[in-house]
């Protein structure tokens, strides 16, 4: 189970009744944090989400609104007396950055690990009470893929896998002769050598079952790979900077997205939902534009500061 | 006159209900801006304060609930349209400073003009339609007095002097035979000579006249040069971190100040009225603790964000 908050919903600039696009999602007591414009940390607090749990934080880009939250939440984690490593996740240029966000913080009591540009997966699974990366190639609790996007600065799209187990049958182990001790290595997926023999763990398990899949694409115009990267996405969370179809030139612009543009996505995309965010400073009012992704696109939902979900297994 | 507008009244942390310590002042239609904590533009938007007009901004220390707002504002001054360039005043480190906190600022289209850790006065004048630096020495319209203060990081107390020119007397320029041209000039305090007679100032002006006197005092324990620095301060604006009398421990400890000592500090230094100012986040409602401030120095304002004032000639 996954749980999320969008901490705000614009884009370009903070706004006194939107704060900028931002993202805090929870798994089992841990928080992963998706962009870091400025005031996201008294977003969080409006929320009532606490600091010190925040283990990783994925920045898709370097543009101020969604970077400048940075230097100060950072200084606040460590006020909470949060001592383990956090990993930040960027594109290339990550390590400068940081650097220079944090010229004036003369200590913070934890580490940070960078991960710049990553080119592979990144599997996360908890380790010391922490979500951390996974080096020993052991079970991924949480697997981050990113996807180069087209914007006016390097940007990185993301998308979170929770895998799922396949469903487990005692009767099948019972059947087999299994001992018990053994069972629950194999409903982990380990092979188990016992007195000579070798149990497998498909000897007591289903099939393969689908987790749970969210997509985070902001700031980008449409692209080719899009579709692939968000494919049957339990939630896609995509930008939609502008609502208004003849606002069309303006995306091409400045390298945004129409919502009409994410609705396209998300049916080609094949996704479950979709939820519209980054609005333009200039749109007060983005429901009066939903129908521009609705006629495309059923299942939109348009984000607002606050929006809370529980993305569950199937 | 002066106008000034408390954005923010918080110290330490931005907090859902109280911006941190930052404060607007409007002169001739020029702004100028003191510390620019996380969130400031955002409080600028809340009293309808545009970005385009601030000539200068100063800043008290390098901690971030007192900068970290400036890589966003100075974004934001971009996009509306500012040309000319803006000055910046703060301690030493300055430089380094704004190198950091500009690292993802491709381009600015105005220049910044630094000044670090000014050991002498700076007058300013309006020239090509801002406030500049005036170098030429030539009348200053404001001048800027900076103090070493006491915090755990190099930090600077404030103070803003408009001088005002003394009453003019025609009656005496008359009786003197001065010719009509050049009354504005001797107005101004300039000699001025004609067809061999030298005309003084003091020909047609009464005597000095006080100006208006603005001062800044955070973040600091109490220092003996203080009251020197803030003498016959028209608002003295000072920290007032903690409330409780009891907490003097704290303030000693943490580098800054109790109402009471900042109550002190008014008396010694005469000041007209004392305006408290960045309350800590742990002091949901300062005004239970004004009489702490109020029974050693009665004129005590407890600052709240949007507090707005101008500041007069006598």
């Known amino acids: ?39 996201t940390q008294v977003a969080m607090r409006k929320v009532r989400s606490g600091f010190r749990a925040i283990d990783i934080i994925c920045i898709s880009h370097y543009h101020g609104d969604h970077i400048f939250g940075l230097p100060g939440l950072l200084s606040t984690i460590g006020n909470s007396d949060r001592k383990k490593p956090i990993t930040i996740i960027g594109p290339v240029g990550l390590k400068k950055i940081m650097e220079g966000l ?97 149990y497998k763990p498909d000897m007591v398990l289903g099939e393969d079952r689908k987790g749970i899949k969210l997509s985070f694409v902001t700031d980008t115009r449409p692209t080719d790979t899009i579709p692939a990267f968000i494919e049957g ?16 030139k303006k995306a091409i612009k400045n390298k945004h997205m129409t919502f009409k543009e994410a609705a396209d996505l998300a049916n080609e995309g094949k996704v479950k939902e979709l939820l519209l965010t980054h609005f333009s400073p200039a749109m007060d009012n983005p429901s009066i534009f939903g129908s521009n992704a609705r006629s495309i696109f059923k299942n939109t939902i348009l984000g607002y500061d606050g929006y809370k979900r529980i993305l569950n297994y199937d």
């Open 1 to 39: 189970m996954l749980d999320l908050t969008l901490l705000g919903s614009g884009g370009g600039m903070p706004m006194p009744n939107r704060h900028l696009s931002s993202m805090i999602i929870g798994y089992e007591g841990r928080k992963i944090l998706i962009d870091c414009g400025e005031g």
């Open 102 to 198: 944090l010229v004036s913080h003369a200590y913070l009591p934890y580490k940070i690990n960078l991960i710049e540009a990553a080119k592979r997966d990144i599997g996360f699974r908890m380790s010391s009470g922490i979500l951390q990366e996974n080096i020993e190639d052991e079970k991924n609790e949480i697997i981050f893929s990113t996807l180069k996007l087209n914007h006016s600065s390097p940007c990185l799209g993301y998308s979170l896998y929770l895998p799922r187990n396949p469903k487990f049958y005692p009767e099948k182990a019972i059947d087999s002769g299994i001992p018990k001790q053994m069972w629950s290595k194999l409903q982990n997926g380990e092979e188990v050598h016992h007195e000579g023999k070798i």
């Open 233 to 248: 996405s339990d939630l896609f969370v995509c930008e939609g900077t502008y609502g208004d179809n003849a606002d069309i």
